[in-house]
């Protein structure tokens, strides 16, 4: 068959067939395509963008929480057990949307899956802008975490299955990127409507996320389906008419689309057609892998869990409460100091999406890795510092600025964006978006439970005693990265799916295929 028929017939495949792993195309043509597309395909481009875009609804979140706390538990009268539990709620109930989202895309596709994730944050935005006790807040919360967690899986899984190889690097980082930004608005707005009552003003702070919401559910309606989740469904012809506009030629197009065809296509055995199959199949097969997924699922659910084990959503967050132990007591300042490292936060993370096709994965994890150990460990020092000192010695304050200025940052050039990128790009195919699920489930677990102790953890052993604790942490991220994380940048997904097998096992399918 060759590859212009290929591109125009509907092929019945069999998704759940195991998945032939191995790219059968030349791999002289493959290279010459990969380094000649150096460029940004620009409908990839607003593709990705748009996809993205979804990412700053978590972020916008975030950053305003760290500064409406501080005025809705004098309104509602609430415990600082309840911030902890209001604050680390939408990352537990992120867990639903995130399990879920896998499935859910198999089943409805990718692009319906990220305008669910959109109106579900819609609606939990607008129930906390109106809540009128706790128990409406946390009801908002939930709902809001469910949006979350479908869209921190499929903005990042949606972008790396239309990019080409050479950039998807870049494009698959833009959902941190709008993290950041998310986070930059949500301070500038704490800023901007602090001056209101403070009956009006978290509510308004809360509320306005309702409004990107609406623009990303209307907006991604825009854009195609992903190509690999129409070939999954047998939908060539659809695949190929996205292909042509995401690839610099026809011949390239017709070449992309062959190779995920070879990747997903089952023997003739197996009776069901890929229009039947919406992901059945793929959770047996994760919980019970070949060696190689085991060696993806432990990349993934370990890059993922150090994501969120380093703090980092906490200390963004709870920065507000750890400078007002610090001294820091002026509530306009605090959210002054929140703007600063928001600033620093986006700054860094646009450098990190700028050259990681350039540098790749694993030297931007070990420099963010390492900066983040020491950065935190010079956090606990001046924290310590000024635990134990009355006056509250100005350069010891400066230092903890500076340590959380750097903190972000380094988790802005590492696990911050390339978390979503790996996660995205190391499975095969047809484990992509589950295993993707999977992975993120882990990271919102962990940011919950990070984020609902950490006041209490920081409580007994002080807030330096916790940031020398989550310096450690770190330096065992380290060594994970070192050791298991394996290079990805300039290989197509398909290339992909043989990195984690071992040379006997990538021998034995070479044998098989000739």
């Not at 990220?114 to 908002?140: D, N, R, Y």
């Amino acid at each position: 068959m060759d590859q212009d028929s290929v591109g125009r017939t509907n092929i019945p495949m069999d998704p759940t067939a195991p998945v032939n792993q191995d790219s059968t195309k030349d791999d002289a043509n493959v290279d010459s395509f990969n380094h000649k597309n150096k460029g940004i395909n620009k409908y990839v481009l607003a593709c990705a963008i748009l996809a993205s875009t979804n990412s700053i609804l978590l972020g916008y979140d975030i950053g305003v929480m760290s500064g409406a706390v501080l005025y809705l538990k004098d309104d509602i009268k609430i415990s600082t057990t309840q911030v902890e539990i209001l604050v680390g709620s939408l990352n537990v109930f992120s867990l639903i949307g995130a399990l879920a989202s896998g499935k859910t895309s198999d089943w409805i596709g990718r692009r319906y899956t990220i305008v669910l994730a959109a109106i579900t944050f819609l609606l939990g935005a607008i129930l906390m802008g109106l809540a009128p006790s706790f128990a409406f807040l946390m009801a908002g919360r939930i709902i809001a975490g469910i949006g979350v967690g479908y869209s921190l899986m499929i903005a990042p899984v949606y972008t790396a299955e239309v990019s080409p190889a050479m950039t998807r690097g870049f494009l698959t980082s833009l959902p941190e990127v709008f993290i950041t930004v998310g986070i930059l608005l949500g301070y500038i707005f704490n800023y901007a409507l602090s001056g209101l009552p403070g009956n009006i003003n978290w509510r308004l702070m809360l509320g306005l996320a309702a409004v990107p919401a609406v623009v990303v559910a209307v907006g991604v309606m825009k854009m195609p389906e992903s190509p690999r989740w129409l070939v999954m469904k047998g939908r060539s012809d659809e695949a190929l008419d996205v292909l042509l506009k995401t690839c610099d030629s026809k011949e390239e197009a017709n070449m992309r689309l062959d190779e995920m065809i070879s990747a997903t296509f089952g023997s003739p055995g197996h009776a069901k057609s890929a229009s039947e199959w919406n992901g059945q199949g793929v959770w047996r097969e994760l919980f019970r892998p070949t060696p190689g997924v085991r060696r993806m699922l432990i990349a993934a659910i370990g890059i993922n869990f150090f994501m969120q084990a380093s703090g980092n959503d906490a200390v963004v967050y709870y920065t507000p409460a750890v400078f007002k132990a610090a001294g820091i007591q002026k509530k306009k300042m605090l959210v002054v100091v929140t703007i600063i490292m928001g600033i620093a936060k986006t700054s860094f993370v646009l450098v990190s999406a700028l050259f990681l096709d350039r540098f790749g994965r694993r030297p931007l994890l070990l420099l963010g890795s390492v900066g983040m150990t020491v950065s935190l460990a010079g956090l606990g020092l001046g924290s310590k510092f000024l635990e134990d000192s009355d006056h509250k010695p100005v350069w010891a304050i400066a230092l903890c600025v500076v340590a959380v200025c750097a903190d972000v940052s380094f988790f802005s050039i590492g696990f911050g964006p390339i978390t979503w990128v790996y996660s995205s790009e190391i499975f095969p195919m047809r484990l992509r978006a589950q295993g993707s699920s999977l992975a993120v489930s882990v990271n919102r677990v962990v940011s919950g439970v990070i984020s609902m102790s950490f006041l209490s953890i920081s409580k007994k052993i002080t807030f330096g005693g916790m940031f020398f604790m989550l310096s450690g942490v770190m330096s065992l991220a380290t060594v994970f990265v070192y050791f298991v994380v394996r290079e990805t940048k300039g290989k197509t997904l398909e290339e992909l799916a043989t990195l984690f097998d071992d040379e006997d096992t990538k021998q034995d399918k070479v044998t098989q295929n000739e």
